[in-house]
C-alpha cells in the first residue's frame, strides 16, 4: 500500500474523527489530507481521509477487516480504495459535439486524470480519427428510433466486455435507458448545457437565449431514471448580454462545459464526490 482514501458516511455521533483517526494511527498510517462535513439538517456525517500507508504492517483486506468492526459501531457506509489496486475505467460517450471528448483526452494524455480510458462509445462515427489517433477503442453504436433497445444492449455488452466502472456522457445526445441508469448509478457523469434545474431538455442556449437570461452556465451531475436531474458535482456561469445571439451562447457555452465536465470527472476519480440521496457532497 502506498496513498490510500477512506471515503465515510454516516450518521452523525460524537467520537468519529477521534475513533477513526486513532485506528489509522495505530495501524501506523499517517493523514495527509482530512475532509470532513456534518449536515446539521440531515444529522448525516461525511469524511474522506488520504492516508499515507507505507507503514501499516497488514494489507488492504487485512486493514479493510479491522475496520469492519469500527464501521458496524457507527452504522457506516464506507470504501477503502488502495492506491495500488487496479485503476478506474472510463468509457467516454459522445455523439457529434466534440469539445468535451477532445479537452478530457487532452487531460488524460496529460496525466491529470488518474483512470484508464476503456473505450469511446458514439452513435454516429464523426470523431473516429482523433478517438483512434489517442490509441483508444470507437465504438460506433447507432441509436436510432427503431432500434433504441438493440443498440442500448450493445452499448451495455461493450461497456461490460471493457470493465469499466464509470462511464461519462461528453454531449451524447441520447437519453439513457432506466435500466443502465440503475445498473450504473452513482457511476454516469453527464454534462448538461445548462445552469441546472433552469433549461433542462433539449436546445437550453435556445430556451436561454429567448428567455433573455444574463448568465449562461452548464452542469456537471449523475445521470439517474429522472433527465437532467441527478445529484450534481459541479456547475459554472458565464455574464452574456442582450447583444449575443444565440450562436454566441453555444460558443461561449463549450468553455464552460469542458472545464466543469472535466472537474467533475477529476473529482469523481479522486473519491471527492459523496452522494447523499439527490444532493452531493464534494470535497473539492
Known amino acids: 500500500m502506498s496513498l490510500c482514501r477512506l471515503v465515510v458516511t454516516c450518521p452523525d455521533r460524537v467520537g468519529i474523527v477521534a475513533r477513526v483517526s486513532s485506528f489509522i494511527a495505530e495501524k501506523g ?6 475532509n470532513q462535513h456534518s449536515d446539521l439538517e440531515t444529522g448525516r456525517f461525511f469524511m474522506r481521509y488520504e492516508v499515507e500507508a507505507r507503514d501499516i504492517g497488514i494489507d488492504s483486506d487485512a486493514f479493510r477487516q479491522a475496520f469492519a468492526t469500527i464501521a458496524e459501531e457507527f452504522d457506516m457506509q464506507w470504501q477503502w480504495r488502495d492506491g495500488a489496486q487496479k485503476r478506474r475505467r ?3 460517450m459522445v455523439s457529434k459535439e466534440s469539445h468535451c471528448l477532445v479537452d478530457l483526452l487532452y487531460r488524460w494524455s496529460a ?3 488518474d483512470c484508464d480510458i476503456a473505450g469511446v462509445i458514439s452513435n454516429h462515427d464523426d470523431l473516429r480519427s482523433v478517438v483512434e489517433w489517442h490509441g483508444i477503442d470507437y465504438h460506433h453504436i447507432p441509436v ?3 432500434n433504441k433497445a438493440t443498440a442500448f444492449a450493445d452499448i451495455e455488452k461493450a461497456i461490460e466486455e471493457n470493465d469499466a466502472d464509470t462511464i461519462v456522457l461528453a454531449r451524447y445526445m441520447q437519453i439513457i435507458p432506466p435500466s443502465l441508469c440503475e445498473r450504473y448509478s452513482g457511476q454516469i457523469i453527464n454534462i448538461h448545457h445548462s445552469f441546472l434545474p433552469s433549461f433542462a ?3 437550453p442556449y435556445h430556451q436561454a437565449h429567448t428567455r433573455g437570461v444574463k448568465l449562461i452556465g452548464a452542469t456537471c451531475h449523475y445521470v439517474t431514471r429522472e ?3 441527478g ?3 459541479e456547475q459554472d456561469i458565464q455574464r452574456v448580454t442582450h447583444c449575443h445571439t ?3 451562447l453555444v460558443r461561449l457555452g463549450r468553455d464552460i462545459e469542458k472545464s466543469v465536465l472535466a472537474r467533475g470527472v477529476r473529482w469523481h476519480l479522486q473519491d471527492r464526490v459523496l452522494i447523499d440521496g439527490n444532493k452531493t457532497v464534494v470535497f473539492s
Open 231 to 233: 445529484p450534481i458535482i
Open 246 to 248: 444565440t450562436s454566441d
Open 201 to 203: 431538455g433539449a436546445r
Open 29 to 34: 498510517g499517517s493523514i495527509t489530507e482530512a
Open 90 to 92: 472510463l468509457m467516454i
Open 144 to 146: 436510432l428510433s427503431d
Open 227 to 229: 433527465l437532467d436531474a
Open 111 to 113: 496525466g491529470e486524470l
